[in-house]
């Protein structure tokens, strides 16, 4: 299985600014994955990354509020930009197995607050 | 398109008691189907799966089977702990290549002395 980090765990922003969030895994995946979680809601999946392309955005999520990038196959960023409460949640990479039942492997979270 | 659809929550229990979160699910053809557990303030862990028709997942103590005729995926859980408070997750998927993966709503258990 594939151990994943986030930074940051957690953060306090503005209304209006962006912030990075960083996904590193320690192993090579082909695709990864970023959802994001509204309070007491499930998961959403807002785009899939794949190394070397560009992101392919869920339907209701753009590249323009949420750009992505993925330069190699154990990194990757999901960029909230222009943020505003409505943003606040928490948002989790995944990556998957290769080959298999497409299991997914979740990092920690990062748990972001919009003032 | 596929759907999973959970039993609403929150389900309280005493330590001991037995868990049943009901998981039904809608889909063309034969998914895998998961269960991943969501900690306070952590990510998901994927507890336990089944990837074809009567086999069953389990971990911690926790089961499911995979019921093609009632297209369902209960989770149960013998004897509960304290430390099995969580929100439980249940959710499909279909192999080969990538295929996306659809999450019920999610049920929080929450288990008292």
Known sequence: ?115 | GNSVTQMEGPVTLSEEAFLTINCTYTATGYPSLFWYVQYPGEGLQLLLKATKADDKGSNKGFEATYRKETTSFHLEKGSVQVSDSAVYFCALSFSGGYQKVTFGTGTKLQVIP
């Open chain 1, 1 to 115: 299985s594939a151990v994943i980090s986030q930074k940051p765990s957690r953060d306090i922003c503005q209304r209006g600014t962006s912030l990075t969030i960083q996904c590193q895994v320690d192993s090579q995946v082909t695709m990864m994955f970023w959802y994001r979680q509204q309070p007491g809601q499930s998961l959403t999946l807002i785009a899939t990354a794949n190394q070397g392309s560009e992101a392919t955005y869920e339907s209701g999520f753009v590249i323009d509020k949420f750009p992505i990038s993925r330069p190699n196959l154990t990194f990757s960023t999901l960029t909230v930009s222009n943020m505003s409460p409505e943003d606040s949640s928490i948002y989790l990479c995944s990556v998957t197995q290769e080959t298999g039942t497409n299991e997914q492997f979740f990092g920690p979270g990062t748990r972001l607050t919009v003032l």
